[in-house]
């Protein structure tokens, strides 16, 4: 119980760690994000020079991949000081000079056309993008904006062959060992709240919608897994799936009765920890 309560306190940065070095996410986003490459550069020039904004996915593993892919820039734009701060330490270690960094909120910059101009022109330097990638940042907007922000930035960023990739934890899900089903369960218990995110959905009301139509819409979901033979660590990226602090903040009780609940159904029967998650990607015709 000491153990599950302490790990309230981790970090977010060190609990994403301890989620991508234990889980099969980074491994499946990346898979589906090469995918994703490959459809955009077979229709470019090959010694076309590719560029890139990763919106609000600080220093993921698949940073690796958007170095290699695109030597032309890569913009990473975060509100976390951490992991941009461990994405300048990277980068000066290894001589890699064309990637950026730029500390401000997404759901601010892009909520207008003139402020998402404003970016373009001081961040970006009016260089359209050949992708723009979401991986699992939308969770901070509301679905209500959703449409606005990938308005502004599929007409204003993107260039007339790019991508928009976006990832994130499916809104739905009777698995009981589902971080979907976890944190419907406790944030709908306690503060009487559900995941309303709706990923695939609104990907769908996408395709219908004339701003998109010269676009390849698609969704899908993929499942994966996370297990890790550490206690206390496990219990810091169940703090993480049910938002605690920032979002939702359990009482002492409360985290007791979550602990609790953690060790019974997944730690002594050995149960690794679910997610389903959906992807959505917009390709430019």
């Not at 993921?60 to 976390?80: M, R, W, Y």
């Not at 461990?86 to 000079?97: C, E, H, L, P, S």
């Not at 502004?152 to 994130?168: E, F, P, Q, S, T």
Request: proline residues 2%; contains cysteine.
């Amino acid at each position: 119980m000491a153990k599950g309560i302490k790990a309230s306190d981790s970090n977010m940065f060190n609990e994403d760690v301890v989620w991508s070095q234990n889980s099969s996410d980074k491994t499946d986003i990346s898979k589906e994000l090469m995918q994703v490459i490959r459809q955009i550069t077979k229709s470019l020039p090959i010694n076309k020079k590719l560029t890139a904004l990763s919106i609000g996915s600080g220093f993921e593993p698949q940073f690796k991949i958007l170095v290699a892919a695109f030597q032309n820039s890569i913009t990473l734009l975060d509100i976390d000081e951490v992991p941009l701060n461990a994405v300048k330490i990277y980068a000066k270690q290894r001589g890699i000079t064309n990637v950026k960094t730029v500390k401000a909120d997404y759901t601010n910059e892009f909520l207008t056309s003139t402020k998402t101009a404003e970016f373009f022109k001081v961040n970006l330097n009016e260089n359209k993008q050949d992708l723009i990638t979401l991986h699992h940042s939308l969770y901070y907007s509301e679905e209500e904006t959703w449409f606005q922000l990938f308005e502004n930035i599929y007409k204003l960023l993107l260039d007339r062959k790019g991508a928009i990739h976006a990832v994130m934890m499916a809104s739905k899900s009777d698995n009981l060992f589902s971080t979907t089903w976890l944190y419907n369960h406790f944030a709908g218990k306690f503060f009487n709240c559900n995941n309303n995110q709706n990923l695939k959905k609104f990907g769908k009301e996408l395709q219908n919608n004339k701003t998109f139509s010269n676009s390849s819409i698609k969704t899908k979901t993929n499942k994966i897994n996370f297990w890790i033979d550490d206690f206390e660590k496990f219990m810091a990226v169940i703090w993480m799936i049910l938002l605690y602090p920032n979002v939702h903040n359990y009482t002492d009780q409360q985290k007791e009765e979550i602990t609790e609940y953690i060790y019974n159904n997944f730690w002594i029967p050995k149960q690794p920890l679910v997610q389903m998650q959906d992807y959505l990607t917009i390709i430019k015709n």
